[in-house]
């Protein structure tokens, strides 16, 4: 192979002894001016004389310079013939592979070790094209401080670790890939070396699909179905039983009850990977097992794991998975990765259960921490409705009845607010009962109760700031929860299948407060409540509403009343006709309607929630949604038959509400939020 070697500069370089010369002539020279001048030695003599010096004198040391030099090449050529034979021996015989790539990424040497790999040399050709990543990517993930983002398509490249290289294929082997940049000549270049740790990736995979994952599994409504329909509680037990058994053995998985109707399974990560590609089928499976005459599904709830740490710690977040499935309504799996939560199925709507011992509980427990606390806040959710408002009323009558200062924080220019406010202002104890958001912060003290109500989410709640601040809240609502919380709530009493959280309220007043404690107008509130959130006792309605309602009334509720806390003016109809002129029928049975507001931004959020309502009557729609802008976003109001969920679908808008009921609000464009919409309703159909 020829060799481009340049010259040494030694050789070619005769600029020293030349230089020499001529200050020796200089010299010389001015000797011979400065003699002729002072003396009287012949001149024509005296410079003969200083000529042979010179010549003598020049030759001498040119010569002299110019050997020591050439001394000087012979041992760079040396040293540059050694290197060579070193380089070839480290190239050719070296087991670590490697190829020098140029700035632009093409392969321009590759060592004997990385062509027996390849099979064939590679020279010319991009290094992506060898190991499915390029020299910058490599030298980026190479260096200590390098951050690497890669969009990665064939699957060739797996693992990047900044400050030690990355992980790249080449030939179904794995290689750890590190970069050094290089200069040769002049040239810049790289340098790309490639450990084998194939072995080491294998072993990490097997880990990976090895890896234990913890489930605890519950059926969340045959106890409730037994009370419905004529059938032996342990016959369908036994039937869902049987299906889980195999389902477990199926996947090679251990599965134990350890309690009534609780399972606790243990499976590998590889086989939850194939139930995640699956959508967890076993719902399915288990929702076709019928009973009675009406052909009511059994369902179950299941919360995973998925994590490196101990088996206790797993364990735990299983169970607090499990509690989340239940929190949202139920048949349904709640997965956690570590912060990470994901959801599969809650497609069916849940059954209220008939007895009351879940309220009962917590309505022991609500009291005993409020009677425990030096004061109490309580707030619902941004943009108050009737069921907001009227709850925290409702937690205010318990809080004054225990002795504790409360005081509730609201949004006092909401019209809904003041037509409720109103008419309690006619009552001494509601004198200074409401404050803002603001004020509300400067009442926190170390011990102050916090109890949020008719919301979850802490993104929507009056005020973020107060909850920030307090160490101890308590929850109360009836819309799915959409995440786990980041701190343990001395009460989290959320009931999904609850008709309103007036309902859930109004429960634990009835079992914590004697009979005719509450006002008149405060029974009125809530009852108003539970008449929103009903469609006026038409929809979610089950024997627990009823009863609420009952109860609210035999406290002084009159329905008559609540009705003119309905009542709309003409901009509230103009604010609802402006959705009429553009609806549409999206894949034949969801109705989709859209209006550019009014400007009121109340205004226009009620009106869409009624025309989402409205949309509802129009047969064959199962599910409205209507969409309408305000400020610079777009609020989406959806409504569902009870075929399907919407709150599912609006989570893809980080939305939330309950099976029949939800709400998001989108930045963007109108055409934005259609797009969304259309696309989160799409992978709901196309999933079911």
Not at 162 to 185: C, D, H, K, S
Not at 475 to 503: G, K, M, W
Not at 649 to 654: G, P, Y
């Amino acid at each position: 192979m020829k060799k481009n070697r340049s010259k040494p500069a030694s050789v070619a370089d005769l600029r020293i002894p030349l230089m020499v010369c001529v200050l020796i002539g200089v010299f010389l020279l001015a000797v011979y001016t400065v003699v002729v001048s002072f003396t009287t030695l012949p001149p024509s003599l005296f410079g003969i004389i200083l000529t042979v010096i010179y010549i003598y004198t020049a030759i001498f040391t040119f010569l002299g310079v110019r050997n020591r030099l050439r001394r000087i090449a012979i041992e760079e050529e040396r040293a540059a013939a050694f290197n060579t034979e070193i380089y070839q021996m480290f190239r050719e015989t070296i087991d670590l592979p490697y190829a020098i790539v140029s700035v632009e990424g093409r392969v321009t040497i590759i060592n004997r070790a990385l062509q027996e790999i390849l099979g064939k040399p590679y020279l010319g050709v991009l290094l992506e094209e060898i190991c499915g990543a390029s020299a910058g990517e490599i030298i980026a993930a190479s260096e200590p401080n390098g951050q690497l983002s890669l969009d990665i398509q064939n699957g060739k490249t797996e693992y990047a670790y900044p400050g030690e290289g990355m992980t790249v294929g080449i030939r179904r082997r794995r290689f750890l890939a590190r970069g050094y940049p290089m200069t040769v000549n002049g040239t810049r270049c790289y340098m790309i070396v490639f450990t084998e740790i194939t072995a080491l990736v294998e072993l990490r995979e097997k880990m990976k699909r090895e890896n234990t994952v913890v489930a605890f599994i519950m059926l969340d409504n045959l106890e409730e179905l037994a009370q419905y329909v004529r059938v032996s509680y342990r016959q369908a037990a036994n039937e869902i039983d049987a299906i889980l058994k195999n389902w477990a053995a199926s996947m090679k998985g251990l599965l134990r009850e350890y309690d009534r109707d609780r399972y606790l399974l243990i499976i590998t990560r590889e086989m939850l990977d194939e139930c995640i590609k699956n959508k967890f089928e076993i719902l399915d499976s288990i929702r076709d097992v019928r009973l009675g005459d009406d052909s009511m599904s059994v369902t179950v709830s299941m919360g995973i794991s998925v994590g490196i740490g101990p088996l206790s710690e797993r364990e735990n977040e299983a169970m607090l998975a499990l509690d989340l499935a239940l929190q949202r309504g139920g048949d349904q799996v709640v997965i956690r990765h570590g912060n990470e939560t994901e959801f599969f199925g809650g497609r069916s709507k849940g059954m209220q259960k008939r007895t009351r011992v879940r309220s009962r509980v917590n309505a022991a427990v609500l009291s005993a921490r409020i009677s425990e606390s030096s004061n109490v806040l309580v707030m619902g959710h941004k943009n108050p409705d009737f069921d907001s408002i009227g709850a925290c009323v409702g937690i205010a009558r318990l809080c004054i009845f225990c002795g504790v200062p409360v005081r509730i924080v609201a949004d006092q220019k909401s019209d809904n607010f003041r037509i409720i406010a109103e008419r309690l202002s006619r009552n001494s104890e509601y004198a200074d009962m409401f404050t803002d958001a603001l004020s509300g912060l400067d009442l926190v003290k170390p011990d102050t109760l916090l109890i949020i109500c008719d919301a979850n989410n802490f993104n929507i709640i009056e005020a973020p700031d107060i909850a920030d601040s307090v160490d101890r809240i308590a929850i109360i609502d009836h819309h799915r929860q959409t995440e786990q919380f980041d701190f343990e709530p001395l009460v989290n009493y959320i009931d999904p299948v609850a008709s309103s959280t007036c309902e859930l309220v109004a429960e634990i007043l009835e079992q914590s407060v004697p009979a005719d404690t509450i006002l008149r107008d405060e029974a009125n509130a809530m009852y108003a409540g539970i008449m929103l959130d009903t469609k006026f006792f038409t929809k979610d309605t089950g024997t627990r509403t009823f009863a609420a309602a009952l109860y609210l009334q035999s406290e002084g509720a009159k329905s008559e009343v609540v009705r003119q806390y309905f009542e709309e003016d003409f901009s509230d109809y103009l604010a609802e006709a402006k959705f009429s002129s553009d609806i549409e029928l999206y894949r034949g049975n969801i109705a989709i309607t859209r209006s550019i507001g009014t400007g009121n931004a109340e205004q226009d959020r009620t009106a869409a929630s009624k025309a989402a309502d409205k949309l509802l009557t129009i047969r064959q729609v199962d599910a409205a949604f209507a969409l309408v802008s305000i400020n610079d976003e777009i609020r989406v109001s959806a409504r569902s038959s009870g075929k399907i969920n919407v709150q599912l679908i609006l989570e893809k808008l980080k939305g939330g509400g309950h099976f029949n009921a939800a709400a998001a609000q989108v930045n963007g464009t109108m055409d934005h939020a259609y797009k969304l919409l259309t696309e989160a309703i799409d992978e709901y159909l196309d999933n079911a």
